[in-house]
Nanobody, 125 residues
Framework: QVQLAESGGGLVQAGGSLELSCAAS????????MGWYRQAPGKERELVTS???????YYSNSVSGRFTISRDNAKNTVILQMNSLKPEDTAVYYC???????????????????WGLGTQVTVSS
């Protein structure tokens, strides 16, 4: 079983920066893509950004150019650097990771889907 531990978050003024981190742990954990979702009060959870093991990234239109995702495959960690924060970025941010199986010369993604408990990000105007 894989556990995701998030850290970072907090309260910041508009225009400020925050960094979130997430570490995946578990015996023989195989982690494929990692990413961050967020959920604001009264809204559905949405994908913010993701990164594959080979470093391919995706950003939602609302954060492109302001947020940067990076990962350390050896440590199964992912970092989200958030700059130029806006009040509309206020939400609970959840770390997400997909499972996989490693075979010689190939990586097979599975339907395993892991979530962190979430960390609050509040941006004041």
């Amino acid at each position: 079983q894989v556990q995701l531990a998030e850290s970072g978050g907090g309260l910041v003024q508009a225009g400020g920066s925050l960094e979130l981190s997430c570490a995946a742990s578990g015996d023989n954990a195989c982690i494929a893509a990692m990413g961050w979702y967020r959920q604001a009060p009264g809204k559905e959870r949405e994908l913010v950004t993701s990164i594959t093991r080979d470093g391919s990234t995706y950003y939602s239109n609302s954060v492109s150019g302001r947020f940067t995702i990076s990962r350390d495959n050896a440590k199964n960690t992912v970092i989200l650097q958030m700059n130029s924060l806006k009040p509309e970025d206020t939400a609970v941010y959840y770390c997400n990771a997909g499972g996989c199986i490693e075979r010689p010369g190939m990586l097979i993604t599975t339907q395993d889907d892991y979530w962190g408990l979430g960390t609050q990000v509040t941006v004041s105007s």
